[in-house]
């Protein structure tokens, strides 16, 4: 069975400083793993995927994450955080099932 | 193009009542996914159907039913409703079923309150 855990239930940051989300996924094979953002009243929108290749995976509005296989982590960074990335971030990992399994959020907080 | 729709927006209900959300899919995607989202615990799988069947089902109780018409539109049926019902259902669809790397694409959500 596959699972994600996002240690971090909130993170405050100020304009225009650097982010990372965290993101531990346990699955027993190659994981394909997905970052998703979730604005207030909104349906989730993928930011970035990986499933093979480059480890340093590039996405929208200037994000990106790293996969790394040995800590068994996907942590979502950006390098100048905007008030309009206060969000709900979701990191997701997919396994045989098709079915994505979700952490359950990390809320960014931007703070002017 | 327009996206993944759900309707209602937000839905009223009081214990026991019946509940159904509707979802109309991406034009040309066969797949929709049902998902729970209740405060504080991400996103919970329910339900995902391909072309008008019933491909997989989350760990719910039979009370969350489903089905898919034949133009990939869907609707989730909540039968007796529960206080801990209360929650955002997310409809998702998609292009490539049983391909890992598959999109999701998500609609806004049906904000469901059980009084």
């Known amino acids: 069975a596959q699972s994600v855990t996002q240690p971090d239930i909130h993170i405050t940051v100020s304009e225009g400083a650097s982010l990372e989300l965290r993101c531990n996924y346990s699955?027993?094979?190659?994981?394909?793993l997905f970052w998703y953002v979730q604005s207030p009243g909104q349906g989730l929108q993928l930011l970035l995927k990986y499933f093979s290749g480059d480890t340093l995976v590039q996405g929208i509005k200037g994000f990106e994450a790293e996969f790394k296989r040995s800590q068994s982590s996907f942590n979502l960074r950006k390098p100048s955080v905007h008030w309009s990335d206060a969000a709900e971030y979701f990191c997701a990992v997919v396994g045989g099932s098709y079915i994505p399994t979700f952490g359950r959020g990390t809320s960014l907080i931007v703070h002017p | 193009e327009a996206g993944v729709t759900q309707s209602p927006t937000h839905l009223i209900k009081t214990r026991g009542q019946h509940a159904t959300l509707r979802c109309s899919p991406i034009?040309?995607?066969?797949?929709v996914y049902w998902y729970q989202q209740a405060l504080g615990l991400g996103l919970q799988f329910l339900l995902w159907?391909?072309?008008?069947?019933?491909?997989n089902r989350g760990n719910f109780p039979p009370r969350f039913s489903g089905r898919q018409f034949p133009n990939y539109s869907s609707e989730l049926n909540v039968n007796a409703l529960e206080l801990e019902d209360s929650a955002l259902y997310l409809c998702a669809s998609s292009l490539r079923p049983g391909d890992r790397n598959n999109e999701q694409f998500f609609g806004p959500g049906t904000r469901l309150t059980v009084l």
């Open positions: 034009s040309g995607h066969t797949s």
């Open positions: 699955y027993g094979a190659t994981p394909y």
């Open positions: 159907y391909d072309e008008g069947e019933e491909r």
